[in-house]
């Protein structure tokens, strides 16, 4: 500690700073006008937590704290401050010119977090906890994928130095069909044979493996983000991953970001001014979270492949003279207005329950109703299991059944 708790604190008005780690955290305490007044540092614990609450609040009322790391190392103290009626801020760390300036060491960047909260640069409320599980999931699901990508790697890299006989047998088969073969083999032959199809059928089947774990942490993923946000995942173009890391970069409590806008250059794709001159134009921009983004540009890429209206308004700023990229940038805009309205507000969907049992009791096949909208039948095995919102086609195919 730096300097002795005054005896008489009662009215005193402080703000305070926490650097956290895996293990510690460091707590620092300013005045209101921006002095230093003490630091400690304290263990990830639950005692810890109690300790570091005890020691803000023993040099005078606690304005705001902020946390750096609110949803890594600095989640649990979070929890405790906030369950114990103090208000949090998240706090960014400080940028790079500022630390070849000041340095850097635990009370450093406590301070600088408590200097946050002071000046008000620091507002964000943290991340809540309501969407943990859903980020456990899509963290799972996403390593596996990994995995299964590095397992296939590995195969078709051995397969190009594998000896002749196994090149010539396996190195024409692809996908599914590679990875079933080589799984079912009974490695034999000489030493190098042996060797190479034993490497080999252990990586089919720890591809196979992995993607069985994929589907089903997929279908758990799948049922979380439907239950906590019905509108977001029905939202055309969002699947159970695209859902997810939307849900996990809002946080539980979306309203942090305040407005649209905020959430789209949360996102990156708030236009980033890129004029000089006589041109005037805006570009991409390359903040933000990128894995937001990328979800934003897949949105946009199957709506560009499949919906109607995206299809005619590409149509629309092609003529007009845009590129490609640039016609992706204004469709990332208008979908993460979209997304923020889905996160923000309750979105009612319509019922489709009705529909398979409807047409059953009808005897109608998937095949008829098809041909009788003019779509697949896929379209509209996924239209009655909810995988698939179009609630024009939904209306249009109840009145049709109720019809028939």
């Given at each position: ?31 209101d ?15 810890g ?11 005078g ?26 208000d ?28 946050a ?43 190009v ?19 079933d ?60 991953d ?88 204004l ?67 109840r ?6």
């Amino acid at each position: 500690m730096t300097s002795a708790v005054a005896d008489d604190t009662t009215d005193k008005v402080v703000f305070g700073g926490v650097d956290s780690h895996a293990d510690t955290l460091h707590v620092a305490v300013i005045s209101d006008n921006g002095g230093h007044l003490a630091d400690a540092e304290f263990a990830t614990t639950a005692a810890g937590y109690a300790a570091a609450l005890a020691f803000l609040n023993a040099h005078g009322h606690v304005i705001s704290t902020g946390v750096e790391g609110t949803a890594s190392y600095g989640a649990g103290f979070t929890r405790a401050a906030r369950s114990a009626g103090l208000d949090v801020v998240e706090v960014n760390r400080p940028d790079r010119a500022e630390r070849r300036r000041i340095g850097k060491s635990d009370p450093i960047d406590a301070y600088a977090a408590a200097r946050a909260a002071l000046s008000g640069r620091a507002f964000s409320a943290p991340k809540d906890d309501t969407v943990a599980g859903i980020r456990a999931l899509h963290n799972a699901a996403r390593s596996a994928v990994k995995a299964r990508t590095a397992a296939l790697n590995q195969i078709t890299h051995i397969l190009v130095t594998a000896p002749e006989s196994i090149r010539a047998k396996f190195g024409q088969l692809k996908g599914a069909d590679r990875t079933d073969a080589l799984a079912r083999l009974r490695p034999a032959g000489d030493a190098v044979h042996t060797a190479v199809l034993t490497a080999l059928k252990s990586l089919a089947r720890r591809v196979k493996e992995l993607t069985a774990e994929h589907q089903a942490l997929t279908r758990a993923l799948d049922s979380e983000v439907t239950a906590d946000n019905p509108g977001l995942r029905a939202a055309h173009g969002v699947g159970p991953d695209t859902a997810a890391q939307l849900l996990v970069t809002a946080g539980g409590n979306p309203e942090r970001l305040r407005t649209e806008a905020s959430f789209a250059a949360l996102c990156g794709a708030a236009p980033v001014p890129a004029s000089s001159g006589r041109t005037n134009r805006h570009r991409l921009s390359r903040g933000g979270d990128r894995a937001a983004n990328a979800a934003l540009y897949r949105i946009a890429l199957v709506r560009m492949s499949s919906d109607p209206r995206t299809r005619d308004y590409v149509a629309r700023q092609t003529a007009a003279g845009r590129t490609k990229k640039e016609i992706i940038r204004l469709l990332k805009r208008a979908i993460a207005r979209e997304m923020f309205r889905c996160l923000t507000t309750t979105v009612t969907i319509p019922g489709i329950a009705d529909l398979r049992p409807l047409r059953q009791s009808k005897n109608i096949t998937l095949t008829a109703a098809a041909q009788q909208l003019g779509v697949w039948p896929a379209t509209i095995s996924t239209l009655e299991r909810g995988i698939r919102r179009d609630d024009d086609l939904a209306n249009t195919y109840r009145d049709w059944l109720t019809a028939a």
